[in-house]
C-alpha cells in the first residue's frame, strides 16, 4: 500500500460511511481506479474503520452517555436492547456468511456493486410513496419488531454497493421514523456493529501482523477517515433534515451506479 491510495482510501471511507451512498461500493471503485485489488484489500479496509468508529463515538458521546445512564443508574434497558436485537441478524449473517463474501467474486463483482447501489438508490428516490407503518416521535420509541426488522434490512450492507446507513435509514423510515431519527438510530448501532468487526479482526493473529508490518499506512489512512468522517457526518445530519433528502442521495447513487455499468460493458 503505497501513502498516496492510503491518503484517498481513508479520504473515501470517511467521506461516505455516512453519507448513504455506500463506503464498501466507492472504495472498490476507487481499488479499481487506482489499479485493481490488492491481495490484503479487504484486510486494510477492516482496520481503517478504526478512524470512523472514533469519529462516531466524538459526535455521538453525549447520546453514548445518555445510554450508558439510562442502563447502568436508571435501568431502563429498552433503547439499549433495541440497539443490540438490531445488531443480532448482521452478527449472524455475518458469521454465516463472511468466508463466503470474502471469496466468491460475485460480492467484489462492478456490476453486483453498481446494482446494488442502483437499486438502493432508487429506494430512496420513491420513499415518499413506499408503504410506511404509524409514524413514530424518535428512535427512543421504536418497539422490537421494527427494531428487528432494521437489522435484517442491515444485513443487506453485506453486499457491497449497498450502504449500511443507507439500508437502515430507509428501513427506519418505512418503520415510521423520519430521516434525523432514522439516520441517529443507524449511527447509533454502526457504533456497536463496527466494535465487533474491530474485535473480531484483533483475534487474528494474521491481523495483528499485518497491523504490525503497515501501522504507517493504516495510521495515516484512519486520520484521514476521522477528520473526513467527521466532517461527512456533521454535513449529513443537517442535509437529512431538509426535504428530498433522500432523494438526492438516491439520484446521486443512481447515476454513479450507471457509468460504472457504461464503463465496464466498454472493457
Given at each position: 500500500m503505497q501513502g498516496y491510495e492510503a491518503f484517498w482510501l481513508g479520504l473515501t471511507q470517511g467521506l461516505t460511511?455516512?453519507?448513504?451512498?455506500?463506503?464498501?461500493?466507492?472504495?472498490?471503485?476507487?481499488?479499481?481506479?487506482?489499479?485493481?485489488?490488492?491481495?490484503?484489500?479487504?484486510?486494510?479496509?477492516?482496520?481503517?474503520?478504526?478512524?470512523?468508529?472514533?469519529?462516531?463515538?466524538?459526535?455521538?458521546?453525549?447520546?453514548?452517555?445518555?445510554?450508558?445512564?439510562?442502563?447502568?443508574?436508571?435501568?431502563?434497558?429498552?433503547?439499549?436492547?433495541?440497539?443490540?436485537?438490531?445488531?443480532?441478524?448482521?452478527?449472524?449473517?455475518?458469521?454465516?456468511?463472511?468466508?463466503?463474501?470474502?471469496?466468491?467474486?460475485?460480492?467484489?463483482?462492478?456490476?453486483?456493486?453498481?446494482?446494488?447501489?442502483?437499486?438502493?438508490?432508487?429506494?430512496?428516490?420513491?420513499?415518499?410513496?413506499?408503504?410506511?407503518?404509524?409514524?413514530?416521535?424518535?428512535?427512543?420509541?421504536?418497539?422490537?419488531?421494527?427494531a428487528l426488522g432494521i437489522g435484517c434490512a442491515q444485513c443487506l450492507a453485506l453486499i457491497p454497493g449497498t450502504s449500511r446507513s443507507g439500508s437502515t435509514i430507509l428501513a427506519g423510515r418505512i418503520a415510521g421514523l423520519n430521516n434525523k431519527s432514522a439516520a441517529d438510530y443507524s449511527f447509533t448501532v454502526s457504533i456497536v456493529v463496527m466494535a465487533g468487526v474491530m474485535c473480531k479482526s484483533l483475534l487474528s493473529e494474521s491481523s495483528r501482523a499485518y497491523i504490525a508490518e503497515n501501522w504507517q499506512m493504516l495510521t495515516l489512512a484512519n486520520v484521514v477517515a476521522l477528520i473526513s468522517g467527521l466532517i461527512a457526518i456533521h454535513f449529513v445530519m443537517k442535509f437529512l433534515e431538509k426535504k428530498g433528502s433522500l432523494e438526492a442521495f438516491g439520484w446521486y447513487r443512481v447515476v454513479i451506479a450507471a457509468i460504472v455499468i457504461i464503463f465496464e460493458l466498454l472493457k
Open positions: 460511511e455516512f453519507i448513504p451512498i455506500s463506503s464498501s461500493g466507492h472504495l472498490e471503485i476507487l481499488q479499481e481506479i487506482m489499479g485493481g485489488r490488492s491481495a490484503d484489500f479487504h484486510l486494510f479496509l477492516e482496520f481503517i474503520n478504526l478512524g470512523t468508529f472514533i469519529a462516531l463515538i466524538i459526535y455521538y458521546r453525549k447520546r453514548i452517555a445518555e445510554i450508558l445512564k439510562e442502563v447502568f443508574v436508571k435501568h431502563n434497558f429498552k433503547f439499549a436492547g433495541n440497539i443490540i436485537i438490531t445488531c443480532i441478524p448482521v452478527v449472524i449473517a455475518g458469521i454465516l456468511l463472511s468466508d463466503l463474501i470474502e471469496s466468491n467474486w460475485f460480492f467484489s463483482n462492478m456490476i453486483t456493486i453498481a446494482c446494488a447501489m442502483a437499486i438502493i438508490g432508487i429506494l430512496m428516490i420513491l420513499i415518499e410513496k413506499l408503504p410506511k407503518m404509524k409514524p413514530i416521535k424518535d428512535d427512543k420509541h421504536l418497539t422490537w419488531k421494527k
